[in-house]
């Protein structure tokens, strides 16, 4: 048997992201402990950045 690439495939179906506790989202990493989406697991606070909001009342 070979070992290598042909074994690295089967790592792909094994799921990492489950639902989070805080925010309900599918973006939990099973093996990091953290949320993509909110941060929970790393920090108190909720994960949101500056870009993510769009500014409707942006002056010309």
Not at 21 to 45: E, P, Q
Request: proline share 2%.
């Amino acid at each position: 048997m070979t070992k290598g690439t042909p074994s690295e495939g089967k790592k792909a179906s094994a799921r990492l992201h489950y639902k989070c506790r805080r925010c309900g989202n599918n973006s939990y990493h099973k093996k990091k402990g953290i949320c993509a989406y909110c941060g929970f697991g790393s920090t108190a606070k909720i994960r949101e950045y500056s870009w993510q909001k769009k500014n409707f009342l942006r002056k010309k």
